[in-house]
């Protein structure tokens, strides 16, 4: 039955069936020797609607791509980043981070997923971690959730999702906790304990509620150390983002080592001119708000921006692009080697595209997330190929973290 | 196992208690579904008839504030022209979703309005501009409601080729690359509607079909394109000439013949049979439905040609739809219309309600509970899954409107134990009744039944 899936797992771990028992746990070795997920924090943000990765970072230098883009690939504004890939205008504000090697990109990267360029499935590949191999109804666990689960001892503060929507990347045995900053809970005590009295016998309820009680009391209680509201006016356009970014800010300064965050409106099929930037404002924003709320904390964090997949490399008959394939990972963080744009770049030639459309993919993003949580945890390869990925293949490592 | 009067209710209906005159037995209900739609006529809704003059209003409006934007003195009174024309788009909103809470709340035909709520979500579309506020709900009332029990593939047709659709798949856009005004301007297509006319709408994504049928289907919708004063028309400059090939079979000819004739075609495949049936039996029976249950619905679908009134007899007739436990989480909407029908308010109270307490008490509250008021994330609408409503975030705020909303709606409270009773039945728990005989004021009593696990699944 449905229902009790979340239950089971989750009763499952309560129950002390500890993933400590896992046959491949022994192989597990700690970042920092200590136990847990020591000082290192990842963010994992996951771009819905299929980021178009050739405008986030433009091959300038390649003369076709303006043939394929006559209105979005000229006169772009963007800012050369090494002498072959520009930054998109509406990323500028991150151009302090790149020339800090704070800030790096994956160019033609993708999931296994191939060929249907559905959304949907594109976003439960990106967040199941999984394989064409598996179908993907049958996975009832996200990526992020097997990692944390990984680890043994820690506590259900470990690992927050961000924000209203569900991040099917964390769902899993393992604990972990959604919250939305802008929700209060004013519960009189006797109603709280009726509550959970009516939510007993139905383990969804009843787990749900109990976080959200819990959630709610720790609000109330904590002192407001948010940064303050921002007054100019393109910032207020931000306003969401920054509620977000500054809870999820908060908890990292405390117990918290994993958050993820979802990032919508990539979807540009018209006009992307006019569309995508406030989309890259909001992801520049985002990025660079958890920097500042973070402070000396930033140094030891890496966050991850992924989408399900790319867009066509050709702007389409209404100066959109459609779904295509190979797209973009972006890395951030005083924890990354950046100040470079990795990934076997597979060229713009008619014959090397796929599907004589799309950026040729040439690595698994899966990869270079198990690099980034190899770099920060020191997971066995073994383990991030099997459990975490099942059916990835590390390959070399490009020495994402510090 | 749960009597069929109150399965009757909570599966396909909104809730305990029934209305008056509410039909509990599969021929009844079928019936009713046949007969008129005596909902839509005792509220009516605003369809394209209604909404294509002010939206028109207001896109001229708006140009003509653009046009003047550097005479100070005319372009204020412009752009004030402009907020008035815009007011009267934003009040159709408005209205609409009013109706939609009417219709729902009020009408004794629930099956009737549970399908229209299905339908209206697997055809999704959302107003992306406010000048388009009013026309998902006319999608609605045009294209799912004139045909909720009739054949699917007029239902198809009537919503790929509404203007809602076609403005929010971008199909309003897409050019034939080698049409008289493709070959002028230098455009081209937009695969959108193509895609997902395939893959959401009909024969779903496990269905066999690549790359080129979508770009195929892309090149024969084009000539389908909206204008802002006759709604859908289709364009003979902008299509594609020559013929297409879809899923194995070549459409020819010209005007809007070949569309239709390939959504006929794709509204009966076996596998939008198989897609549907599978989609309807999860959303109304179960997240993880009987394989043999989804089959025979796929059966009639296919043996009726897609007539949706065969397909709901099989539902109803089959044993799962009565035995299997009740386990889907009400979805927000569900919720609330669940809610404000159990507190005794009726469709009109839904139109009285004024434009500020509507919002501030239903369509916000909506947003928070995670399902923002005809704006899903994408075109394959809402999930299904209960994990999806009832998390942390989700279920705070059911509880948070179930403790502090009726009281502002309702004078005087009802007693909660009674309330408890009328609302689910046979379905309210023990742990639930001891419970409200013991919440402190009748306020948090009533909270408790709304927020309980029984009235939140279904």
Partial sequence: MAMNRRFFLRGAALMGCSVAAHPLMSTVTLAQGGPGFGDNRLVVIILRGAMDGLDAVQPLADPLFATYRPTLGVDTGATDLDGYFALHKDLGGLNDLWAKGELGFAQAVSTPYRDKRSHFEGQDMLEAGTGMDVPLNKVKDGWLNRMVGAVPGMSAETAYAVGREALPLLDGAAPV????????????????LLLEQIYHDDPLFRDSATEAMELAAEMALGADNALPAPSDPAARKTADVDTLVDF???RMKGATRIAAFSLSGWDTHRSQAGAIPQSFQKLERMILRLRDALGPDWGKTTVLAMTEFGRTVAENGTRGTDHGTGGLLITAGGAVRGGRVMGRWPGLDEAALYDRRDLMPTSDVRSWAGWAMRGLYGFDPALLERTIFPGMQLGDDPRLIL | MTDPTTVAAMRFGYGLPLPQGAPTTPDAMLAALSGPDVAAKTWPGLGLAQVL??????EASRAAARALR???????????QYRTDLRVVNDQATRSAQVTFARAVGSPDGFRERLVAFWANHFTT????????????????????????GRFADMLRAATLHPSMITYLDQGLSIGPNSPIGLKRKRGLNENLARELIELHTIGVDGRYTQTDVRQMAELLTGVVFDASKGQVFDTKWAEPGAETVLGKTYAGDGEAPILEVLDDLAVRPETARHLAHKLAVHFVGDDPDPALVAVLAQSWEDSGGDLAAVYGALLDAPQAWDAPLTKARQPYDFLVASLRALG????????????????????????MGQPWQTPRGPDGWPEVDTAWISPQGLAARISWAMTVPGRL???????????????????????????ERSESIREGVGLVLASPEFNRR
């Fill in chain 1, 177 to 192: 906790r959604n919250w939305t900053p802008d929700l209060k809970l004013d519960l009189s005590a006797q109603s709280q």
């Fill in chain 1, 248 to 250: 999820a800010a908060d």
């Fill in chain 2, 53 to 58: 003059g002010p939206r028109q209003n207001a």
């Fill in chain 2, 70 to 80: 550097d005479l100070a003195d005319q372009h204020d009174a412009a752009r004030e």
């Fill in chain 2, 126 to 149: 959302v107003a992306r501009f406010r000048l388009d506020g009013a026309m998902p709900s006319a999608l609605v009332e045009d294209a799912i409601r004139p045909h909720v029990a």
């Fill in chain 2, 345 to 368: 308010l009726g469709g009109e109270d839904m139109l009285d309600f004024a434009d500020n307490p509507f919002k501030r008490m239903v369509l916000g509250p909506l947003k928070v």
């Fill in chain 2, 410 to 436: 309702v004078t005087p409270m009802p007693d909660p134990e009674t309330f408890a009773r009328n609302s689910l039945g046979p379905l309210a728990g023990e742990r639930l009744l001891w419970a409200v």
